[in-house]
């Protein structure tokens, strides 16, 4: 299994153009996770999904969009690029009540 | 509100020592916890996880054990080593739900 994939690993934007985080996960895990990590902080949950078409806000929602129309697939939007969104972007999944697995996160930087 | 939190931020240990990183919890619904640790540039990776059941559990030189009472958890590191400095999270799950991460704690060791 390769686990959690994302895609791109780094990005560089302009203000106000717009992007797609990938993320997909081969495990079959019903749940998935989108955080960012600003420098030197902790984890903040974005949105998250507990199965296919079905996805719910977290803790900083604004400024992006989720869809989750497959159990492996994921993705990430974000449509008018701020220099606030300026973070580390990591995608995880796991199966019911169990340990969250963890991709390798996107770079992405706003200018 | 309900948190995970951490009592020190940052740990220096000596290299050959042992590292005890604290985790203080507020939920005592929480059922499942689990230790996470993130090297730089890397998604965080887990470590070791105990559920409420258990007061202890061990694994390959870490050791994590949970204290229901006080709602703390500990994680213990045996024979710290270079390798082993990293940022180390805690996460607590209650159910279903997102987990809950700390801030974190950076561990550095010297040698």
């Known amino acids: 299994n390769a686990g959690v994939t994302q895609t791109p690993k780094f990005r560089i934007l302009k203000i106000g153009q717009s992007m797609t985080l990938q993320c997909t996960q081969d495990?079959?895990?019903?749940?998935m996770y989108w955080y960012r990590q600003d420098p030197g902080m902790g984890l903040k949950l974005i949105y998250y999904s507990v199965g296919a078409g079905i996805t719910d806000k977290g803790e900083v929602p604004n400024g992006y969009n989720v869809s989750r129309s497959t159990t492996e697939d994921f993705p990430l939007r974000l449509e008018l690029a701020a220099p606030s969104q300026t973070s580390v972007y990591f995608c995880a999944s796991r199966p019911r009540a169990d340990t969250q697995y963890f991709g390798p996160g996107t770079r992405l930087t706003v200018l | 509100g309900e948190s995970v939190g951490l009592h020190l931020p940052t740990l220096s240990v000596q290299e050959g020592d042992n590292s005890i990183i604290n985790c203080a919890y507020s939920?005592?619904?929480?059922?499942?916890f689990i230790w996470y640790k993130q090297e730089s540039g890397k998604g965080p990776q887990f470590i070791i996880d105990?559920?409420?059941?258990?007061d202890k559990r061990q694994g390959q030189r870490v050791t994590v054990l949970l204290n229901k009472t006080v709602k703390h958890l500990s994680l213990q590191i045996a024979a710290t080593q270079p390798g082993d400095s990293a940022v180390y999270f805690c996460?607590?799950?209650?159910?279903?739900?997102?987990?809950?991460f700390g801030k974190g704690t950076r561990l550095s060791v010297i040698a």
């Open positions: 939920n005592s619904a929480s059922d499942y």
């Open positions: 996460a607590e799950n209650r159910g279903n739900t997102p987990l809950v």
């Open positions: 105990i559920r409420s059941n258990m």
């Open positions: 495990m079959n895990h019903n749940y």
